[in-house]
């Protein structure tokens, strides 16, 4: 008989049956900034994660993750962002308003391809319902996804509006749960489960002492590095190690970031296009059918832009160019960090056909990074 299971993921919650160490853990550590309190996206002060998780025995392996910049009326009370297109094979709802006016209006979701529609739907029933949005006539929903097909049947289109929704809702911040769960649940990464991960960075008090946090849904391939540590090679699982037979192209990566720097939407697509370097030094090569995007918010709170306003003249507050280049090196690492924690955290999952995709061999990975003298 045929059950479905849904499981809703509480950003608040330590014992997701997701989670599991996570790279900091074993002693890797990536780069040079100090990760936030969580080394999570909710490391930037206001920012929420809720997740929604829906399996079915042998056909469904799929869901949602919300996030959103800050918990009032995001419509009402706009956020400066940016969108920065790695390679566009993806279906990402919204991106040319984002373009034009250099804000976001709603929760940014992430889900399975055929359930953006969906999904877009449910974020403008979300919008529209909330109090003071009762003359709104045009909403501008951002939704991303990722092909999760092979553990999912996408065609069962299992999320609904209803589902979309109470991820929204249950959205929160403090530790966010990793791996197979949410939008994560049924992706692929270096061949490898995949799933969602996160990471942060904080800038020294001398440089503004900003935060920088990132969120990605991992469904791409490439030849695995870990702090440039060749590991798929060592493993003997990476793209192309089969070549001249035939190989199946994948993707893609959606990375979510958001800072409490005062950015601009020039900056902010800047800061965006950094995500690419980062997917790179993991060995990630945003192949021809990959969809890979970065979304860069600033939850800034005094460049809010309001709805309404009887002023006529929009007054931001935004860094120096010169002022950047910190926040460019936290972007890149911890997309490089989210990435390697949703392997980590990631189990061995079973789909539809008996499709199966084994977790990260982790022990064998550690003893890899020990080889070449990465656990400090």
Same mark, same amino acid.
């Given at each position: 008989?045929?059950?479905?299971?849904?499981?809703? #993921?509480?950003?608040?919650?330590?014992?997701?049956? #997701?989670? /599991?160490?996570?790279?900091?853990?074993?002693?890797?550590?990536?780069?040079?900034?100090?990760?936030?309190?969580?080394?999570?996206?909710?490391?930037?002060?206001?920012? $929420?994660?809720?997740?929604?998780?829906?399996?079915?025995?042998?056909?469904?392996? *799929?869901?949602?993750?919300?996030?959103?910049?800050?918990?009032?009326?995001?419509?009402?009370?706009?956020?400066?962002? #940016?969108?920065?297109?790695?390679?566009?094979?993806?279906?990402?709802?919204?991106? +040319?308003?984002?373009?034009?006016?250099?804000?976001?209006?709603?929760?940014?979701?992430?889900?399975?391809?055929?359930?953006?529609?969906?999904?877009?739907?449910?974020?403008?029933?979300?919008?529209?319902?909330?109090?003071?949005?009762?003359?709104?006539?045009?909403?501008?929903?951002?939704?991303?996804?990722?092909?999760? #097909?092979?553990?999912?049947?996408?065609?069962? /289109?299992?999320?609904?509006?209803?589902?979309?929704?109470?991820?929204?809702?249950?959205? =929160?911040?403090?530790?966010?749960?990793?791996?197979?769960?949410?939008?994560?649940?049924? *992706?692929?990464?270096?061949?490898?489960?995949?799933?969602?991960? +996160?990471?942060?960075?904080?800038?020294?008090? &001398?440089?503004?002492?900003?935060?920088?946090?990132?969120?990605?849904?991992?469904?791409?391939?490439?030849?695995?590095?870990?702090?440039?540590?060749?590991?798929?090679?060592?493993?003997? /699982?990476?793209?192309?190690?089969?070549?001249?037979?035939?190989? /199946?192209?994948?993707?893609?990566?959606?990375?979510?970031?958001?800072?409490?720097?005062?950015?601009?939407?020039?900056?902010? $697509?800047?800061?965006?296009?950094?995500?690419? &370097?980062?997917?790179?030094?993991?060995?990630?090569?945003?192949?021809?059918?990959?969809?890979?995007?970065?979304?860069?918010?600033?939850?800034?709170?005094?460049?809010?832009?309001?709805?309404?306003?009887?002023?006529?003249?929009?007054?931001?507050?935004?860094?120096?160019?010169?002022?950047?280049?910190?926040?460019?090196?936290?972007?890149?690492?911890?997309?490089?960090?989210?990435?390697?924690?949703?392997? @980590?955290?990631?189990?061995?999952? +079973?789909?539809?056909?008996? @499709?199966?995709?084994?977790?990260?061999?982790? =022990?064998?990975?550690?003893?890899?990074? $020990?080889?070449?003298?990465?656990?400090?």
């Amino acid at each position: 008989m045929r059950y479905l299971i849904i499981i809703l #993921a509480l950003a608040t919650c330590l014992n997701m049956e #997701a989670q /599991k160490k996570r790279a900091a853990d074993y002693g890797i550590r990536i780069g040079i900034l100090n990760p936030g309190r969580n080394n999570a996206i909710t490391d930037v002060p206001g920012v $929420k994660v809720g997740h929604l998780t829906v399996r079915e025995p042998d056909s469904v392996n *799929t869901g949602v993750t919300a996030i959103l910049p800050h918990d009032g009326n995001l419509f009402r009370n706009k956020v400066p962002a #940016a969108i920065f297109v790695g390679n566009g094979f993806g279906k990402l709802t919204g991106y +040319t308003q984002v373009e034009e006016l250099g804000n976001i209006e709603t929760p940014i979701i992430l889900t399975s391809t055929l359930s953006v529609p969906t999904a877009a739907d449910a974020v403008i029933e979300y919008t529209l319902s909330q109090p003071g949005n009762g003359m709104i006539t045009s909403v501008n929903p951002v939704v991303g996804e990722t092909n999760d #097909a092979g553990l999912n049947d996408p065609r069962l /289109k299992a999320v609904t509006r209803e589902l979309v929704i109470q991820a929204i809702n249950s959205a =929160d911040a403090g530790t966010v749960p990793e791996g197979n769960v949410g939008a994560g649940t049924g *992706t692929v990464c270096f061949g490898f489960k995949g799933g969602i991960g +996160t990471s942060s960075r904080v800038l020294p008090r &001398s440089r503004g002492g900003y935060t920088v946090g990132v969120l990605v849904q991992t469904n791409f391939g490439g030849i695995l590095q870990i702090d440039g540590v060749p590991v798929g090679r060592e493993l003997g /699982k990476y793209k192309f190690s089969k070549v001249p037979e035939e190989y /199946k192209e994948d993707g893609s990566c959606m990375v979510v970031i958001m800072t409490d720097a005062p950015l601009d939407p020039r900056n902010l $697509k800047r800061l965006a296009s950094r995500a690419v &370097s980062g997917i790179a030094r993991t060995g990630g090569m945003t192949s021809n059918s990959s969809g890979d995007y970065a979304i860069a918010v600033s939850t800034y709170e005094k460049n809010r832009i309001p709805y309404a306003s009887g002023d006529r003249i929009q007054v931001i507050d935004n860094l120096r160019n010169e002022e950047m280049d910190l926040l460019f090196e936290a972007v890149i690492e911890s997309t490089e960090e989210a990435i390697v924690n949703s392997l @980590f955290a990631a189990k061995s999952a +079973t789909g539809r056909h008996n @499709f199966r995709i084994e977790a990260l061999p982790v =022990d064998e990975t550690i003893r890899i990074m $020990k080889q070449y003298n990465r656990i400090r």
